[in-house]
């Protein structure tokens, strides 16, 4: 079987959420800043966002733009901007160093898909309240002990099996015997200082 961190579904859903969150379900413009066109894996996330902002609970989310680029150019565009995602580690830095930068803390909030020690600076200095990634320590437990049930013959590893992995729960396999471990891990001010020493 193979076990992916997360999945394309989870990622989508959680950095809409979180900006959600960010801007207390109050809404407003929020645009979505991606590495490049070509960008498969970016492209995915990005249409799962779209769908999720049709949700009722996320109305006041205004998605004004997905671009390719950079943040200042956002700013500039839409002055009233309140968030925006980046959901690649290169392009959450460089908004939350632009954020910073153009003094637009506590007016425009970034979160997307980022690592703790390269988003450190920007979440004390309040650019980003919350980012997420997949927690590399999670992931390697459930490894484990997901080898552990196959050693002792526990699991088969079938399409459709509910396999167990300890305090990280259950997975059930699908058709290609895959399984997503969890939604995006999130990190904020409270956990930064531990993680940013990790990776």
């Given at each position: ?56 609970k996320y109305k ?22 309140k968030g925006i ?115």
């Amino acid at each position: 079987m193979h076990l992916n961190p997360s999945n394309t579904d989870l990622i989508g859903y959680k950095q809409i959420d979180m900006i959600s969150k960010t801007l207390k379900g109050q809404g407003g413009q929020i645009a979505v800043l991606s590495a490049t066109a070509q960008a498969t894996n970016q492209n995915a996330w990005i249409a799962v966002m779209k769908d999720v902002l049709k949700r009722p609970k996320y109305k006041n989310l205004q998605l004004v733009e997905v671009a390719y680029g950079e943040a200042l150019a956002l700013f500039k565009k839409y002055p009233n901007l309140k968030g925006i995602i980046a959901p690649t580690t290169v392009g959450i830095a460089a908004a939350g160093k632009a954020v910073v930068d153009q003094k637009l803390v506590g007016k425009v909030f970034v979160t997307g898909l980022g690592l703790p020690s390269e988003m450190i600076s920007y979440v004390k200095a309040g650019a980003v309240d919350t980012f997420a990634i997949w927690n590399p320590i999670d992931l390697g437990y459930s490894a484990v002990y997901l080898a552990y049930q196959f050693a002792t013959n526990k699991a088969k590893g079938t399409a459709g099996e509910k396999i167990m992995m300890g305090r990280m729960g259950s997975i059930t396999l699908d058709k290609n015997t895959e399984a997503a471990m969890a939604e995006p891990f999130v990190f904020d001010k409270t956990n930064i200082d531990k993680f940013a020493k990790i990776f």
